[in-house]
Each structure stands twice: as structure tokens, then as C-alpha cells.
């Protein structure tokens, strides 16, 4: 009995590192197939012209191949969309674990759950159709398409995550240290920003992560409602084309292996620079949270 649970949890084991190995593999794989697509580029135009020049022409003769305006505009979309899906995200949050009463919690949680189940087309699609249209009228602009509806978007798509996962993270801090605070006579806000919240900032800060990391990449949603325009925005009512919108949109145009084709996977590498850059200094974010929350309790 005992040599049977001990071959079944090898070939588990053996299993899991298969399975652990092929993920790693695939993603160098991917990674590989990326720089050997996007580096024939630089043979063409310097790695500096391309990443700092202010045009982006590439079907033009002669062709322009700078990036800069696409690199501002992924840049200003996610810190737009960060600024309103972090703050609301967490605080619904917290309203739903330590203030809202048992019923509303268990009527509102799922819907907001639901929310994130929504295809990034139809969210795309509600932008377009309903945002650009009350952004156009309120604010007097020739076009709702913009970096402000993009954010907006994308802060709808990630308020879901953040707010889950927080949720759950703020209902996990055991019960102990909220009744210390309230018995050595704090008050249900003070426990909530000086205990609550600093005992649960390691899940709090994985929840941004998670759902910041859906909006760096995102690509339908900035494609539709973006406004594609490759410049460089003066304001958050100006039209953008993101790093994802400029790929998705002219891939298909783009002929097979010439310059233009270059280019764009010279673009998909600095967009996966970009996220990989992100997510490290989230990481490391994470940790610095998860050693203060340890610290706390």
C-alpha cells in the first residue's frame, strides 16, 4: 500500500513538473519567435530613432518607424485607468468585507464578479456606442474616441479583479486583531486603516497586480475606443493609438516579412519589455507590502 502512494505521488509529481516545464518552455518559445521577428528591424532604422522618433508612418515612402507616440499613449492609458480602478476597486472592497451588511455583500459581490466575465468586445463595443457619444456632448470635443474613454474602459475591466481579490484579502485578516483594536477602544475606522488594511496590503497589492496586469496588454478594448491616432496626446480628450492597437490593427496590412512587418514585432517586443518591467516592479511592490503585513500581524 505504502509503494503504491509513493508511485502515485511520483508520477504526480513527474506530472506537474512536465506540465511546469512546458510553460516555461512555450513562453521562451514565444519570446524567441518575438525577437527573431522584431531585431531585422534595426538593421533598417537605430534602436534610438525607433524607439524615441515622433512619426509613425510606416507605409509611406519614405517610411517613418517611431514608436514614441505609441509608447506615451499604452503609458498614459494604464497610469489613467490605474488612477480610477485602484482606488475604486479597493474601497468597494472594503465596503463589501468590513461595512456593508451580509445580504447587500452577498447580492453585490457576484454581480461584480459577473462584471469581470464580460468579453473586452462588448466592453469595446459599450464605449463606442454609449461613453463616446456623453464624453463628446458634456465635455464639447470633436471625438469621444480617446485616451479618457480608453482609461475608462479599462478601469471598468479591472475593478472587478482588484475588487474581488481585495475582498477576500480584507476578509481573511483574522477576527483576533480586529477585536484587540476595538478593545483597546479604536473606532471601526481606525481599525480599518491602521489594522485592517495594513494586515491585508500583500493580498491588496496581488489584486492590483493581477488586475493592472489585464489592462497593460489589453487590445480590443483600446482598439475601439482609443481614437488610433499615433501621436502624442496634449490632453486626456485627445485620440491615441496604443502599443496593442497599432499591431492588432495593421498586421493584417502589413506585408509578410517586409519592414512594416518588422516593425510591428519590434513593437511587440517593446510592449513585452513594457509588461515585463511592470510586473517586476509590482513584484517587488508585493513583497515590500507582504513584509509590512507580516510585520503588522
Same mark, same amino acid.
Given at each position: #500500500?505504502?509503494?503504491?502512494?509513493?508511485?502515485?505521488?511520483?508520477?504526480?509529481?513527474?506530472? *506537474?513538473?512536465?506540465?511546469?516545464?512546458?510553460?516555461?518552455? =512555450?513562453?521562451?518559445? &514565444?519570446?524567441? *519567435?518575438?525577437? #527573431?521577428?522584431?531585431?531585422?528591424?534595426?538593421? =533598417?532604422?537605430? $534602436?534610438?530613432? *525607433?524607439?524615441?522618433?515622433?512619426?509613425?508612418?510606416?507605409?509611406?515612402? !519614405?517610411?517613418?518607424?517611431?514608436?514614441?507616440?505609441?509608447?506615451?499613449?499604452?503609458?498614459?492609458?494604464?497610469?489613467?485607468?490605474?488612477?480610477?480602478? &485602484?482606488?475604486?476597486?479597493?474601497?468597494?472592497?472594503?465596503?463589501?468585507? @468590513?461595512?456593508?451588511?451580509?445580504?447587500?455583500?452577498?447580492?453585490?459581490?457576484? $454581480?461584480? @464578479?459577473?462584471?469581470?466575465?464580460?468579453?473586452?468586445? $462588448?466592453?469595446?463595443?459599450?464605449? /463606442?456606442?454609449?461613453?463616446?457619444?456623453?464624453?463628446?456632448?458634456?465635455?464639447?470635443?470633436?471625438?469621444?474616441?480617446?485616451?479618457?474613454?480608453?482609461?475608462? /474602459?479599462?478601469?471598468? /475591466?479591472?475593478?472587478?479583479?482588484?475588487?474581488?481579490?481585495? @475582498?477576500?484579502?480584507?476578509?481573511?485578516?483574522?477576527?483576533?486583531?480586529?477585536?484587540?483594536?476595538?478593545?483597546?477602544? +479604536?473606532?471601526?475606522?481606525?481599525?480599518?486603516?491602521?489594522?485592517?488594511?495594513?494586515?491585508?496590503?500583500?493580498? &491588496?497589492?496581488?489584486?492590483?497586480?493581477?488586475?493592472?496586469?489585464?489592462?497593460?496588454?489589453?487590445? /480590443? $478594448?483600446?482598439?475601439?475606443?482609443?481614437?488610433?491616432?499615433?501621436? &502624442? !496626446?496634449?490632453?486626456?480628450?485627445? !485620440?491615441?493609438?496604443?502599443?496593442?492597437?497599432?499591431?492588432?490593427?495593421? #498586421?493584417?496590412?502589413?506585408?509578410?516579412?517586409?519592414?512594416?512587418?518588422?516593425?510591428?514585432?519590434?513593437?511587440?517586443?517593446?510592449?513585452?519589455?513594457?509588461?515585463?518591467?511592470?510586473?517586476?516592479?509590482?513584484?517587488?511592490? +508585493?513583497?515590500?507590502?507582504?513584509?509590512?503585513?507580516?510585520?503588522?500581524?
Amino acid at each position: #500500500m505504502a509503494n503504491k502512494r509513493q508511485k502515485t505521488e511520483t508520477v504526480m509529481r513527474t506530472f *506537474f513538473l512536465c506540465v511546469a516545464t512546458a510553460s516555461i518552455v =512555450i513562453l521562451f518559445m &514565444i519570446m524567441f *519567435f518575438l525577437f #527573431m521577428e522584431g531585431l531585422p528591424i534595426f538593421k =533598417i532604422v537605430s $534602436v534610438k530613432d *525607433f524607439i524615441f522618433g515622433k512619426y509613425w508612418y510606416p507605409t509611406s515612402d !519614405p517610411a517613418d518607424f517611431g514608436i514614441f507616440p505609441l509608447i506615451i499613449a499604452s503609458m498614459s492609458v494604464t497610469a489613467l485607468s490605474a488612477a480610477i480602478a &485602484i482606488p475604486l476597486g479597493v474601497m468597494t472592497a472594503i465596503y463589501l468585507a @468590513e461595512l456593508a451588511s451580509k445580504r447587500v455583500a452577498e447580492i453585490v459581490k457576484p $454581480v461584480v @464578479e459577473l462584471l469581470a466575465a464580460l468579453p473586452s468586445v $462588448v466592453i469595446g463595443f459599450f464605449g /463606442m456606442v454609449l461613453v463616446a457619444p456623453f464624453l463628446q456632448k458634456v465635455f464639447d470635443i470633436p471625438t469621444g474616441l480617446n485616451l479618457f474613454n480608453s482609461a475608462l /474602459m479599462l478601469a471598468f /475591466m479591472s475593478i472587478p479583479t482588484i475588487c474581488s481579490l481585495s @475582498e477576500d484579502a480584507v476578509y481573511s485578516v483574522p477576527g483576533a486583531l480586529r477585536e484587540g483594536s476595538l478593545a483597546l477602544g +479604536a473606532t471601526q475606522w481606525e481599525t480599518i486603516i491602521k489594522v485592517v488594511i495594513p494586515a491585508s496590503l500583500s493580498g &491588496i497589492s496581488t489584486a492590483i497586480i493581477l488586475g493592472m496586469s489585464r489592462a497593460v496588454g489589453e487590445t /480590443m $478594448v483600446v482598439l475601439m475606443v482609443a481614437g488610433g491616432a499615433a501621436m &502624442i !496626446p496634449g490632453s486626456i480628450f485627445d !485620440p491615441v493609438r496604443p502599443m496593442p492597437a497599432s499591431i492588432a490593427a495593421e #498586421m493584417a496590412e502589413a506585408p509578410f516579412r517586409g519592414d512594416h512587418y518588422y516593425a510591428l514585432f519590434a513593437t511587440g517586443i517593446v510592449l513585452f519589455l513594457f509588461t515585463l518591467f511592470f510586473n517586476i516592479i509590482a513584484d517587488h511592490i +508585493a513583497h515590500k507590502y507582504k513584509q509590512t503585513g507580516e510585520a503588522t500581524l
